[in-house]
Nanobody
Framework: QVQLVESGGGLVQRGGSLRLSCAASGLTSDYYAIGWFRQAPGKEREGVSQ????????HYSDSVKGRFTVSTDNARNTVNLQMNSLKPEDTAVYYC?????????????????WGQGTQVTVSS
């Protein structure tokens, strides 16, 4: 049974940092990538980043490029999202998700399994 569990959210001031983690279990080798998405109140869910578990290839949205870094800790089956220089507009519930499809990384319908989400709030 596939399970994704996010942790690390919280409240931080503008310019601060947070590190989100996604603990994955039960994934077969077919699931080649983990993506991070976020959803702010009243807005659609948007893709933030993705990492290929096999070769480490990464993708970032323009809004977080240069501030966020995605990485893996394979020994612990964990995908991390380091978020620096946080802005109030980064406030959202952040989700990790797993995909076994070679498709546009930022489209959520291509992901099969999702975590429960973790709240990130950036105060001004």
């Amino acid at each position: 049974q596939v399970q994704l569990v996010e942790s690390g959210g919280g409240l931080v001031q503008r310019g601060g940092s947070l590190r989100l983690s996604c603990a994955a279990s039960g994934l077969t080798s077919d699931y080649y990538a983990i993506g991070w998405f976020r959803q702010a109140p009243g807005k659609e869910r948007e893709g933030v980043s993705q990492i290929n578990l096999a070769d480490g290839t990464t993708h970032y949205s323009d809004s977080v490029k240069g501030r966020f870094t995605v990485s893996t800790d394979n020994a612990r089956n964990t995908v991390n999202l380091q978020m620096n220089s946080l802005k109030p507009e980064d406030t959202a519930v952040y989700y990790c998700a797993a995909t076994n499809r070679l498709a546009t990384w930022s489209i959520d319908i291509f992901y099969n399994y999702w975590g429960q989400g973790t709240q990130v709030t950036v105060s001004s």
